[in-house]
């Protein structure tokens, strides 16, 4: 019996080898990206693949697939310049505890969104890549999500460079900015209350509308 079931053990780690050397080689791609536009595909791919992948569909695996993207988008984009501009001169006023809580919250509602209007999508429409604009250290990435119908969403990606690298700290989905959308939001709350009100109105959202 034992020796009946060598095979299927050995086909198993055999799998679960491949998954882990495929997630390696996602980071690995994120991580050597080197223009806006390439960082952006890379970012876009490896969602893809983790979102196409065969051994994550399913209700049992979805609490893996959302965590997998999460550290995608987490390794993409730039919370911490994202977040500052969020709280314009606000951000000033903040403790460096306070900064790193707000980085997180931040991320995790821009995920949201970000997962509600884009990534949803992208299984079911091919992304069209168009101009690449630089600017010393900072970039835009043009790109159309299009639907088999046809039917175009333009979706365009701001980049920071920090050491060479790219970060993505913006998008802005056919001409509006998710992070100017939520400074805006941001920046009327804080005209009347406090930033630990602001934080609790965050914490609230994320729990009534989990991803």
């Keep these: 019996m034992s ?3 060598k095979p299927l053990v050995g086909y ?3 799998g679960a080898l491949a998954l882990a050397v495929s997630i390696d080689l996602i980071h690995a791609c994120l991580a050597l990206a080197a223009g806006p536009q390439e960082r952006v595909q890379a970012t876009m791919k490896a969602v893809s693949a983790i979102l196409e992948d065969p051994t994550l569909q399913g209700a049992k695996a979805d609490q893996e697939r959302k965590h997998r993207v999460r550290q995608i988008i987490f390794e993409s984009f730039d919370f911490r ?3 500052r501009e969020s ?6 006023k903040l403790t460096p505890a306070q900064r790193d809580e707000f980085i997180e919250l931040f991320g995790s509602l821009f995920e949201r ?3 509600r209007l884009v990534l949803r999508f992208l299984g079911e ?3 069209l890549y168009g101009t690449e604009s630089i600017q010393q ?3 835009t990435v043009a790109t159309t999500l299009v639907s088999k119908q046809d ?6 990606y701001q980049l920071v460079r920090h050491n060479e690298q790219w970060a993505i700290y913006d998008v802005a989905i056919d001409g509006v900015s998710l992070a100017m959308n939520y400074r805006a939001q941001f920046s009327k709350i804080l005209s009347t209350s406090s930033y630990e009100a602001l934080a609790q109105r965050i914490r609230t959202k994320l729990e009534e509308e989990p991803l």
């Design 12 to 14: 198993w780690l055999l």
């Design 137 to 139: 250290d900072r970039a």
């Design 81 to 83: 310049e994202m977040a």
């Design 87 to 92: 709280l314009g001169t606000y951000w000033g």
């Design 113 to 115: 969104s970000y997962n």
């Design 125 to 127: 429409r091919t992304t």
């Design 151 to 156: 039917a175009r969403l333009p979706v365009d």
């Design 3 to 5: 020796q009946a079931r």
